[in-house]
């Protein structure tokens, strides 16, 4: 089955800037990937394999309990940091019914999407997981992971055509690409995320470093969250990067509609997204100990934005 012959319920369609992660495949329509519903401004993930699914559809109502009944900061504080989770909602795909989950799409309402998935952590096994997956997860992307507790599965990113031009090239690589990287690879592959080179005009370079400082400001509040919580250890987890492409070289001024609310488009925010992603191996934390694996790849991930603002 050709990957556009999935049959998709109305309303719905693959989502195309799916970076990583479990995907369509032409020879198996047992395998799904993320739909989206543009309408809705909202992205659809299927549940994956049974504990994992089970964990991650947990792991969202937790935090929505939390927010409803006040009852514990933390959890509240962290949804700032995930996705908005509408709930599940079961879904006819390729003719058999499964559970997705509902969630905000980070990277509704940018024209010219630039999205690169980071996974979080030397460890990307989680405490069940067999000798075997154990071994598999080591084997991985080695070269950045031991260094800087950090891996890059996937990304995709709007780069100039030619210097001084409005004409842009889209540029994807997923995993494979990832597990050559070492760290000097994975530093520029950074650099080249955030267009840091191909600034060459003066707007652009203002929005790079606009770009850069939403960035670590945004990595500085999830470090903030993990530096205080003892509830969760997440593995195998990523950072969502997001922004849009066609903010760079074009700050607006003015404040829009989007999604029926007023937004404020000279807040930076309203076009870089970093958020928390991937919930499938979240585990309540051994011996209410803090999460040092996933800390030690943020401040990793924190000191390579910085050394590319800095440059
Ligand atoms: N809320 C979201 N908004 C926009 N895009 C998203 C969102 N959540 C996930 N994605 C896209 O889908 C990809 C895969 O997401 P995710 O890591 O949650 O899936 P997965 O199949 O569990 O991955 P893995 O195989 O690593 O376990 C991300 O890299 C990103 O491109
Ligand atoms: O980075 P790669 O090489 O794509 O490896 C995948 C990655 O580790 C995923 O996190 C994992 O899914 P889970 O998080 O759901 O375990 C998947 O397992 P799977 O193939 O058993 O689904 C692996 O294949």
Known sequence: MAKSDQ????????????????TFEESNAEAVGLLQDSKAGCVLKPLGKPECGERELRFYESLAEAGASGDNDLLALLRGHV?????????????????????????????????MDVKMGKRTWDPESSP??????????VMCKQKLGLCLPGFQVYLPKEEHTQETTILRHGKDYGKSLNVEGFKQTMALFFNASTSDSKSRRA?????????????????????????????????LICYDYSRLADPPKSKSLINGYHQNEDDPASWVRVKMIDFAHVYPAEHGLPDENYMFGLQSLIEVVQSILHR
């Open 7 to 22: 049959e998709l319920p109305e309303g719905f369609r693959q989502l195309k800037t799916q970076v990583a992660g479990h």
């Open 83 to 115: 996705p908005r989770f509408y709930g599940p909602l079961k879904l006819v795909v390729n003719r058999r019914e499964r559970t997705f989950l509902r969630l905000e799409d980070l990277t509704r309402s940018f024209a010219k999407p630039c999205v």
């Open 132 to 141: 075997n997956k154990r071994k598999l997860e080591e084997a991985k992307y």
């Open 207 to 239: 929005g790079c470093e606009l770009l850069l400082k939403e960035v670590l400001r945004q990595l500085q509040e999830i470090l903030a969250w993990f530096q205080r919580q003892r509830l969760l250890h997440f593995y195998a987890s990523s950072l």
